[in-house]
């Protein structure tokens, strides 16, 4: 073995200490991603909820790796996102937004956290309203919740990514909604938030991807999101656009005196995993950032949007293939949904949510500790998975 190999082999999930990260890094985000949820409430400003997702992960991270002698990167994976009704994801505005939630609103809400570079990113959708969800918001959500308990069981060792697209679409269709396009889950790996094995959510002539086989000891993000509009979204305003990763392949001498001071600004502490504009100096952010773009310094996370009337719902979640079958390790449990479709007379779907989850080993080795909530009720809709 190269030492190449060596080196690769440890930062996998044969390493315990490697899992323990993940795990460390999916708690709190599962954590981060209740506090938010506790806070929706009407009126409340969504740059604030956003900023109490990010300082949370933040002070918990932070908190953890602080005497030992090499020093451990971590912190946000992705900042804190809360997309509302028809729009898509990636919404985390600027301080100076005074954008609030109102009473019936969509929430999406999305956010990652890292431990060593190990990254658990985590996506619910939650209606602001009391009592169950019902109607066609509730046929979104069911929709997506379906996909992704669909998904959880087709990602797995022996099986392709194009098996998992097809899936996902079969089921969104059973509830008369789409899968949104350009969509990606990706493979994860250390510092790494988009890996080069994908998932692709819609497949059609323009967006190809290279088939792929699931391994044991990968680590994905499965990410769906479903519509009941017609699941191409569009860009209104680049202005919104406030999430950027850095391109770290690419090279350019940058003209203005703003965007070199935002580019060293930015590559001094946030050299890779993606960024909020509002955690920069934000007068010269908004000008600087514009030609790093430009130069394809930086990858812009642009925000997106259905049509007005539109619902969206988005359900992500982390899944390590362990030896002894998947853990989904970051989830949140759903409100109670009375959708009008129903997947009574799908057999397909109905088969595939029946795999299991888990795979019973015999004999020897570690008996692995069954995560709680990773059963799904076999009814008419996966239920919510507990978090």
């Known amino acids: 073995m190269s030492d190449d190999e060596r080196e690769e082999k440890e930062f996998d999930l044969t390493s315990p200490e490697v899992v323990t990260k993940y795990k460390s890094a999916a708690e ?3 954590k981060a991603l209740q506090l938010v949820l506790s806070k929706c409430k009407p009126k409340a400003k969504i740059v604030d909820l956003c900023e109490k997702g990010d300082a949370y992960i933040k002070e918990q991270t932070g908190n953890m790796y602080k005497n030992v002698k090499k020093k451990i990167e971590r912190g946000v994976a992705f900042p804190t996102c809360i997309s509302v009704n028809n729009t898509v994801c990636h919404f985390s505005p600027l301080s100076s937004d ?16 890292h431990i060593d570079g190990f990254i658990a990113v985590v996506g619910h959708t939650h209606a602001l309203h009391e009592g169950p969800v019902t109607g066609r918001a509730a046929d979104v959500v069911a929709a997506a919740n379906t996909a992704a308990e669909v998904a959880l069981r087709l990602v797995r060792p022996g099986k392709k990514n194009s098996d ?4 996902i679409q079969k089921v969104a269709a059973a509830y008369d909604c789409k899968i949104v396009e350009g969509v990606l889950s990706h493979q994860m790996k250390q510092f790494v938030i988009d890996g080069n094995k994908v998932v692709l959510s819609v497949s059609n002539p323009d967006t190809r991807v290279d088939e792929a086989e699931f391994e044991e000891n990968e680590v994905y993000c499965i990410d769906i999101v479903t519509s009941t509009g017609d699941g191409k979204p ?9 999430i950027y990763k850095r391109a770290v392949d690419k090279s350019y001498n940058l003209k203005m005196k703003a965007s070199r001071f935002i580019f060293s600004e930015i590559s001094q502490k946030f050299p890779i995993m993606p960024f909020t504009a509002r955690d920069l100096e934000e007068k010269r952010a908004r000008l600087g950032l514009v030609e790093c773009v430009n130069h394809e310094l930086l990858q812009p996370y642009p925000v997106l949007h259905e049509k007005p009337g539109d619902l969206v719902a988005h359900i992500k979640f982390t899944v390590l293939l362990m ?10 449990a ?3 949904l009375k959708p009008t479709k129903t997947i009574e007379d799908e057999p397909e779907i109905k088969a595939w949510l029946a795999l299991p989850v888990k795979t019973k080993k015999k004999g020897g080795g570690k008996k692995k500790k069954g995560k709680k909530g990773n059963k799904v009720e076999e009814s008419s809709q996966a239920e919510p998975m507990e978090g």
């Open 28 to 30: 709190i985000v599962n």
């Open 98 to 113: 005074e954008t609030v939630l109102e009473e019936g609103d969509m929430l999406k809400i999305d956010m990652g956290c």
């Open 164 to 167: 998992v697209t097809e899936a």
């Open 234 to 242: 569009k860009l209104l305003d680049e202005k919104q656009t406030t």
């Open 323 to 332: 030896p002894n079958g998947s853990d989904r390790v970051t989830s949140h």
């Open 334 to 336: 759903l409100q109670e």
